[in-house]
């Protein structure tokens, strides 16, 4: 059978029917608040790929570069609102029996929208890491009062506390998200490109298991061809709308039955 392309009454029934619901997010889903994805025509920064400042490498070499990064990307999310997206999944939440939203974005955009447990596999931009004690520290101001800035304990620099590209993930992060997958039954996945591995194999992962699994994209991707559908569109217009049918419907399944997911 052909993936889907449209929200029909099967697919928010079946939605609906779930009782556990994981969704997975990328920096599309932030891209209608204003925070720039990694990809398209967001690529640069002044004259200089994204891409190729977000790594350990850079950093060595360049500490004071990338954070002078970081600080232009925390003020453009200081400055950012949740939007319509963020907001319908925070909706989603309570509705279902067993819920796991697992997102990419470093922003904490999900957070302010009232999702109250996001795995932040990628970590998270207002947070900081000593390079030498490896401790972890909120870093709240904006615009950053010293660049670089260093510990306060020992002096040594700090490092935004996010994986970059090369770096593994945050390895109980990573295993909360893959139980999350393998056990849903429904996955949504919004705005990712599907091309950072590994969050990229976990809807693969959802539909090895038997989940259903529906991506929200304005583009196909790499695993489009091989998931259920895909909503062609911007997030902000197409999961409000969703939310609301799958809503309507009195979801869910979660007083019927135990879960299959389990969250710790
Ligand atoms: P990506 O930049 O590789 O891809 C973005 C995807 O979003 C694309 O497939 C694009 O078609 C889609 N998209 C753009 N606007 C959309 C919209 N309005 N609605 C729906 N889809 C839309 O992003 P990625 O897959 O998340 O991977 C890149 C890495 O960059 C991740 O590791 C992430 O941590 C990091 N990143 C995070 C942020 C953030 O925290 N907001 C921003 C940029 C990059």
Not at 5 to 26: A, C, F, K, N, Q
Not at 40 to 45: I, L
Not at 104 to 130: F, K, M, Y
Not at 152 to 172: H, M, Q
């Amino acid at each position: 059978m052909e993936p889907a392309t449209d929200m029909t009454d099967w697919l928010v029934e079946r939605l609906g029917r779930s009782r556990g619901l994981t969704i997975l997010t990328g920096s599309g889903v932030s891209h209608e608040s204003g925070v720039p994805t990694f990809r398209g025509k967001d690529a640069f920064w002044e004259k200089h790929r994204v891409e190729e400042l977000a790594t350990w490498q850079a950093f060595e070499a360049h500490p004071e570069l990338v954070w002078r990064w970081y600080d232009y990307r925390r003020r453009g999310v200081a400055e950012a609102q949740p939007n319509g997206a963020h907001f319908a999944i925070a909706r989603l939440e309570p509705a279902f029996d067993a819920f796991v939203l697992i997102t990419q974005n470093v922003d904490g955009l999900h957070r302010r929208a009232g999702s109250t447990d996001p795995l932040e596999l990628h970590g998270n931009i207002w947070r900081a890491r000593c390079t030498r004690e490896h401790t972890t520290t909120d870093l709240l101001d904006c615009p950053l009062r010293e660049l670089p800035p260093r510990c306060e304990k020992c002096g040594a620099l700090l490092r935004p506390d996010v994986v970059w590209f090369g770096e593994p993930l945050p390895p109980d992060e990573y295993e909360r998200a893959y139980e999350a997958a393998r056990n849903c039954d429904a996955m949504l996945v919004v705005g990712t490109s599907a091309m950072v591995r590994p969050a990229a194999s976990l809807p693969l992962v959802a539909k090895h298991n038997g989940a259903m699994v529906v991506e929200i994209n304005v583009s196909f991707t790499p695993i489009s061809a091989l998931i259920d559908a895909t909503l062609l569109g911007r997030a902000g217009d197409i999961l409000p709308e969703l939310a609301d049918r799958v809503l309507a419907l009195g979801a869910t399944g979660a007083a019927r039955a135990p879960s299959r997911v389990h969250v710790r």
